[in-house]
């Protein structure tokens, strides 16, 4: 018996638009005709051919041409699909039920949108059968005692319990647990453990879900083949320049991830926000405890596993599930996290090499990873291209400044249509309600993509130089990306236990959190 909602409009429309032969050759067509575009653009815009020193430019944008117009068109044919799914007359089965996991390390004092009861408040609201289950992950402050004041949850046989009452009446189970520190991996991995239902979403402490995005998330895996689903993550805070530039990157990134869903290729389900199956997860060990990045590799078991077992796990992305987070607001937890979600990313690549090429693995193993090389090479050659076109245009030779300049101005002009394009498709993300109330004036969004090529990426890529050392030693520890308050000199324990202080500056912890 089929269950319910598998051949819907809906499952449909998360299914490949290609197969993996389908966006290679789309892939490898398109960077054709984009280095058709850019050697015209040389010839007959400014008379000369690229020199044999800008080829490494030349690949560089062609690259990024290439891929971003197809994802483009895949997204857009992803989110039209989704829209008459949207409009199919036929009553939709409801969602799955659903266990929600929060992983919480230092998090009180914390409150308002950004903080630990806040979210758990949102997950708790949403229409779907749910449970909610919050790990404190040995915090050294009073996470855990105030989340358990706030509910005014009571002892159990492990943890506290209780219940948050929604407005429709339903009383939502709300288990807390307090374990020793042994990173967000390991907390996710014992919350599930003890979960009932058969759909787990886990969700950051510090992100709140928009209204009825647990339900879209649930709903996918009505489609049995669908073993982990990604949520749409929108960022609110951007109230600064560095924040509002890590907003047009998240909007440009979301309709990346959807492209990618698109092709069958989807490597990252940001753990910020996401779904997985629980037999699927428990068959492959669940999350990571010896990884920087445990949502990420998370992708990588499955896909591991489907090619032991003979299939090709579907991994999603469901644009109408939206979440909105805090993204770091100071350079230096800015290039923490990068640090730590690129050097997370190489180990990765790594340690499960043996899926590159792979036809067994599907899209991911023969059109996403063998693009992932060049990922991982990016930062590297983005500064190869930069010194390439600024000793060009420092040239004596005219013509080849002329070439120098138009490339980068041609790569300047492709990031404003990109960005363009991302907003337009990004109207049929989440709640539009909700999106417009966080996001910056669109002048400000268009400012930092104006000036993005000059500042922005090239902080990116810096951020990321430090990865490879971090990627070579191992490391499995990190510096926290969200900077702490600081104890006042004359601070007594009871104030910090209670959490009336704040945070005390906490030690890098092992896994994420």
Not at 390 to 417: Q, T
Request: charged share 20%; glycine share 8%.
């Amino acid at each position: 018996m089929t269950p319910p909602g598998a051949d819907s409009l809906a499952a449909q429309a998360r299914r490949p638009i290609l197969t993996p032969a389908g966006a290679i050759s789309a892939i490898l067509l398109a960077l054709g005709v984009a280095v058709v575009i850019i050697e015209a653009f040389c010839v007959h815009g400014l008379g000369a051919y690229a020199a044999p020193s800008l080829i490494v430019a030349v690949f560089f944008v062609a690259f990024d041409l290439a891929t971003g117009g197809v994802l483009l068109w895949a997204a857009r044919a992803r989110l039209a699909a989704d829209r008459a799914a949207l409009q199919d007359t036929a009553e939709p089965p409801p969602p799955p039920a659903a266990s929600v996991l929060i992983a919480a390390y230092n998090e009180a004092g914390a409150h308002g949108q950004g903080g630990l009861v806040a979210t758990v408040r949102g997950v708790a609201a949403q229409s779907l059968t749910l449970e909610v289950l919050v790990g404190d992950d040995g915090s050294e402050d009073a996470t855990y005692d105030e989340v358990v004041a706030a509910f005014a949850l009571v002892p159990g046989i492990e943890g506290h319990t209780g219940s948050i009452r929604r407005v429709d009446g339903v009383e939502v189970p709300l288990r807390v647990f307090r374990f020793d520190h042994a990173g967000k991996g390991a907390t996710l991995n014992a919350l599930a453990a003890r979960a009932t239902h058969e759909v787990l979403i886990t969700i950051d402490a510090d992100t709140t879900p928009a209204e009825g995005a647990l339900g879209h998330l649930a709903s996918a895996f009505l489609d049995p083949r669908v073993e982990s689903a990604a949520g749409v993550v929108s960022v609110r805070n951007a109230s600064s320049i560095l924040t509002r530039h890590q907003y047009a990157e998240y909007v440009k990134n979301s309709i990346v991830r959807i492209g990618w869903s698109a092709l069958g290729a989807l490597e990252q389900v940001p753990g910020a926000f996401a779904g997985v199956r629980a037999s699927a997860f428990r068959a492959v060990g669940g999350f990571p405890t010896d990884s920087l990045t445990e949502d990420y590799e998370l992708t990588y078991r499955l896909v591991d596993r489907g090619l032991r077992d003979g299939h090709v796990p579907l991994v999603v992305t469901v644009p109408r599930a939206q979440a909105f987070t805090d993204v770091p607001a100071t350079f230096r937890g800015f290039v923490r996290q990068r640090t730590r979600w690129f050097a997370g990313f190489l180990s990765t690549l790594f340690r499960f090499r043996h899926l590159i090429g792979r036809p067994g693995a599907g899209g991911f193993g023969v059109v996403r990873l063998p693009l992932k090389l060049i990922d991982a090479i990016l930062p590297l050659l983005a500064f190869a291209s930069l010194i390439v076109i600024l000793r060009g245009v420092a040239s004596s030779v005219l013509v080849l400044s002329n070439v120098a300049v138009g490339i980068f101005v041609l790569r300047w002009a492709w990031d404003l249509g990109f960005y363009a394009a991302a907003l337009h498709l990004a109207r049929s993300l989440g709640d539009p309600v909700e999106t417009r109330r966080h996001a910056p004036e669109r002048w400000r969004g268009w400012l930092c993509t104006a000036t993005e090529a000059l500042t922005y990426v090239w902080l990116k890529h810096a951020a990321v130089l430090r990865a490879y050392g971090w990627a070579a030693r191992r490391v499995r520890t990190w510096e926290p990306s969200r900077e702490r308050p600081r104890i006042a000199a004359h601070a007594r324990p009871a104030d910090v236990v209670s959490g009336m202080v704040g945070s005390p500056p906490c030690a890098p912890p092992s896994a994420p959190s």
